[in-house]
Nanobody
Framework: EVHLVESGGGLVQPGGSLRLSCAAS????????MSWVRQAPGKGLEWVSG????????YYAESMKGRFTISRDNAKNTLYLQMNSLKSEDTAVYYC?????????WGQGTQVTVSS
């Protein structure tokens, strides 16, 4: 059974940092591209960042470049998102996504709130 479990969200002041984690299980990790997607209150889904599960290629939405870093630790079956210089507009539920072919798995999300 596929499981994706996000953690690491919380309340942080503007300019602060958080590291999100996504613990993965139940699928062959090498077959999947991993992404972070977020949804702000009252807004639609916004793609944040992606990484090839077996490679070193990383991708970021323009507003996240220079602030966010996506990475993975295959030994721990875990995806990470290091978020620095956080802004109020980064407030959202952050979801972990695993995708290959017709398969598209999502975690339950972790809340990030950026507020003073």
């Amino acid at each position: 059974e596929v499981h994706l479990v996000e953690s690491g969200g919380g309340l942080v002041q503007p300019g602060g940092s958080l590291r999100l984690s996504c613990a993965a299980s139940g699928f062959t990790f090498d077959d999947y591209t991993m992404s972070w997607v977020r949804q702000a209150p009252g807004k639609g889904l916004e793609w944040v960042s992606g990484i090839s599960w077996t490679g070193s290629s990383t991708y970021y939405a323009e507003s996240m470049k220079g602030r966010f870093t996506i990475s993975r630790d295959n030994a721990k079956n875990t995806l990470y998102l290091q978020m620095n210089s956080l802004k109020s507009e980064d407030t959202a539920v952050y979801y972990c996504n695993a995708r290959t072919g017709p398969y598209d798995y999502w975690g339950q999300g972790t809340q990030v709130t950026v507020s003073s």
